[in-house]
């Protein structure tokens, strides 16, 4: 097990067959406040975590705060698991193949700071045919030298790796509710600072879990500051606005008329395109002037 408060969250709430919604709901916090704890995307505030130990302590006498601090195999035999089953390595992320990691890291090392910032996302809303959904969040190198990947809104936030390769940004996220993986391809103008990703999303992400493709668009909408706190404490209130966008006003015609386009066989026809794909580098370059971004 690694040494994280995500794993001995989880552990804990194993121990005490204890799901993450029946917590969330006694703790009065959202549900994928208690999924970012778990999967270790963030640690909870001072408050949050007094708040969760005072409650966990009702359940298994005798947690205090500086339980968090022990050691895994430790930990685990305080809740009554078998430290040899929570002690086994996990391996970090998904395997890729050294090849593709030599060539992100590479692109981090040497533009890493273009991506970084304040990000918005906008595509269409698969459940709500017409309308689009927001989300807001942040793009900030991580502790093993990638660039991190966080965007939501009040109810759900997607993580992951973002993997800049010759010219395109490959992400690999999952969600902090369902975990289920998503996948995002963009293609970029090259510039000092990019301000606009604009690609396609893959995932399951409807009611049914039916595979989808489909446009978005990332839009930057500030930059960090440095100051990590701050730069969190930022992020985090962008997440709190409503995902599912009702205002048509919230979406330009441009961006409008980028997202929800035509293709197939009656598209192709008068000139368009037979499969759904994201613009390339001089189509994108277009993208960027009608939504009003400096080159």
């Keep these: 097990m690694q ?36 999967s270790g995307a963030v640690h909870p505030a001072a408050h949050n975590l007094e708040r969760l130990t005072r409650l966990l302590a009702e359940k298994h006498p005798g947690l205090t705060l500086l339980d968090w601090e022990r050691e895994p195999a430790d930990f685990a035999a305080f809740f009554g698991v078998d430290p040899v089953s929570v002690t086994q390595p996990r391996q970090p992320g998904v395997p890729l193949p050294p090849e593709t990691l030599d060539a992100a890291y590479a692109s981090t090392s040497q533009r890493g700071e273009a991506y970084e910032g304040l990000w918005r996302a906008t595509h269409p ?6 309308r689009f959904f927001h989300e807001h969040g942040m793009i900030r190198r991580g502790v093993g030298g990638l660039l991190r990947f966080e965007l939501g809104g009040p109810d759900v936030r997607y993580v992951g790796s973002i993997l800049p390769i010759e010219g395109q940004v490959f992400v690999i996220a999952t969600d902090t509710v369902r975990h289920l993986p998503c996948f995002m391809i963009f293609n970029i103008v090259t510039m000092p600072k990019i301000v606009l990703m604009d690609g396609i999303l893959l995932t399951a992400g409807n009611a049914m879990r039916n595979p989808s493709a489909y446009p978005i668009v990332m839009e930057r909408i500030g930059d960090l500051t ?41 598209a192709i026809k008068a000139g368009g395109d037979l499969l759904l794909t994201a613009a390339g580098t001089p189509d994108l370059a277009k993208v960027v002037a009608a939504l009003n971004y400096p080159g």
């Design 3 to 38: 040494s994280s408060f995500g794993e001995r969250l989880t552990l804990a709430l194993k121990a005490l067959s204890m799901s993450r919604g029946r917590l969330a709901a006694e703790l009065q916090v959202d549900k994928s406040l208690v999924g970012r704890w778990a």
């Design 125 to 130: 809303a698969v459940i709500a045919p017409g």
């Design 226 to 266: 440095g100051d990590r706190p701050a730069d969190d404490a930022h992020a985090e209130s962008l997440m709190t606005r409503p995902q599912f966008v009702q205002d048509d006003e919230c979406v330009s015609p441009a961006m409008r008329n980028h997202l929800i386009r035509d293709f197939g066989p009656e």
